[in-house]
Each structure stands twice: as C-alpha cells, then as structure tokens.
C-alpha cells in the first residue's frame, strides 16, 4: 500500500488514475479546484488550486499533518486553452502557464520532504504530444508542457540524491475534458500523423503510471514517454 498524491483529481484523466489506485489498494490523496464526489475508505480529497501559491502550500501542510509522507506526487492537474496564436487572450496564456506549469513546480517543491520518507519515492508529470508535434492552435498549452519537461529533466538530476526519481507521460488525445473544444476534424488530423493511428484510452496512461512507480523503476527517471508513436 502506498500514500499517492494525485491533482486534478475530480474528473477526467485524474478520477480514472484516482481510481484505479484505490482498486490496487493504495492510500490516494486527491485534490481539485472543485469537490471531490468519489466515496471510498481510502480516499480523501483536498480543495486547492494549483496555480495558487497560498491553497498549495495549505494542502501539503494538511497532507504532513494527516499522513506524514507520500510515496508519489502525479502532477496530472492542467488546462488547455486552444486557439490561434495571434487570438490568445494574454490572461488564457496567463492561466495555462500558472497551472500546468508553475503548479507543477510548486506541488513538486512542496512534495520532496514527504517523499524522502518513502523506500520508493516518485514525481510523475502530465506532458503531451503537443510538444514533439508543433501543433498550430496550442502555443501557450505546448510551451507550458515543453517547460514541464524540461522541469522534468532537471527534477531528475537535483532529486536524484535522495532516490527520488522523476519522468514525464505525454498521452495523445484521449476524449477527456480537456479536448472537448477541440473539432473531431482537427483530433482525426491529428491522429494521422501518429505511428499507431487510433485515440488513446485511459488505461494506456495507468500502464505507464504503473510502471514507473514499482519499485523495479528506481533506475529510470528524467524520462518523457510518448503515446501513439511520436517522435
């Protein structure tokens, strides 16, 4: 049984990940900018926003308070707003980057003195193919995925002497909230130009969380996984 951290934990890809953590029989932590309406013994949910410097390090005073260390932190809590770039409002850009980014370093921050209490201790990143692939319409949702990377990257490096490792997923579209503005005909262009031409599926992300936090992973970290065959 291991203490999990999950962000953007109420819907979409997060519940799925939520879920399937409890059904292995962990102890998971959740928390959304809204409530929380799964039940479960082992389940408890946080309201705090990410993007906010005040709520975050609230929640990880909580978190030390009630369960004194975590084994992972799955930084999966984003936005995505598309658009062209010349028409992206500043305060869209604005968000964007405050969410995927700096909420992913904030909780990573927050994160490390509960993790060094872990025999396993691992910091899992939501990336996206919208990085390695340009694509038009999501200049600021790439840059601020590029920049988790390369936070990704050096998290690896900087942690490393306390055994905590830290690797990326970048899922290709998966038919979450987060794609619901996104035209069928732009997702079917781009699945075209994957090497394995289909929708991804949620279970394709929990293979890849399951696999980086057996304790079998200690050697792999700084790492940033790719579905669907992109280069």
């Not at 869209?92 to 396993?120: H, P, W």
């Not at 990257?153 to 290709?172: D, H, Q, V």
Request: aromatic content about 6%.
């Amino acid at each position: 049984m291991q203490h999990i951290l999950v962000t953007g934990a109420s819907r979409g890809l997060g519940l799925s990940i939520v879920q399937h953590l409890l059904a292995k029989g962990n102890v998971v932590i959740g928390c959304a900018r809204s409530k929380g309406e799964l039940k479960h013994e082992n389940y408890h949910h946080f309201e705090a926003d990410v993007a906010n410097e005040e709520q975050v390090q609230e929640l990880f005073i909580k978190i030390r308070k009630t369960f004194k260390y975590i084994d992972v932190l799955i930084n999966n809590a984003g936005v995505a707003r598309m658009n062209a770039f010349a028409l992206t409002p500043f305060k869209n850009m604005r968000e964007t980057i405050d969410v995927n980014y700096a909420g992913t370093f904030m909780c990573s921050q927050k994160a490390i003195s509960l993790l060094r209490k872990s025999a396993n201790p691992r910091i899992i990143n939501m990336s996206t193919v919208a990085v390695p692939m340009n694509l038009q319409g999501e200049a600021a949702y790439a840059a601020s995925k590029s920049a988790v990377e390369s936070l990704t990257r050096i998290i690896a490096k900087e942690l490393s002497s306390f055994n905590i490792t830290c690797n990326a997923i970048g899922p290709s579209p998966i038919a979450t909230d987060l794609i619901r503005g996104v035209s069928d005909d732009k997702i079917a262009r781009l699945v075209e130009q994957q090497s394995i031409q289909k929708m991804a599926q949620p279970e394709d992300v929990l293979n890849l969380v399951d696999f980086f936090i057996q304790p079998q992973s200690k050697m792999i970290t700084g790492q940033v996984i790719y579905l669907g065959g992109i280069s």
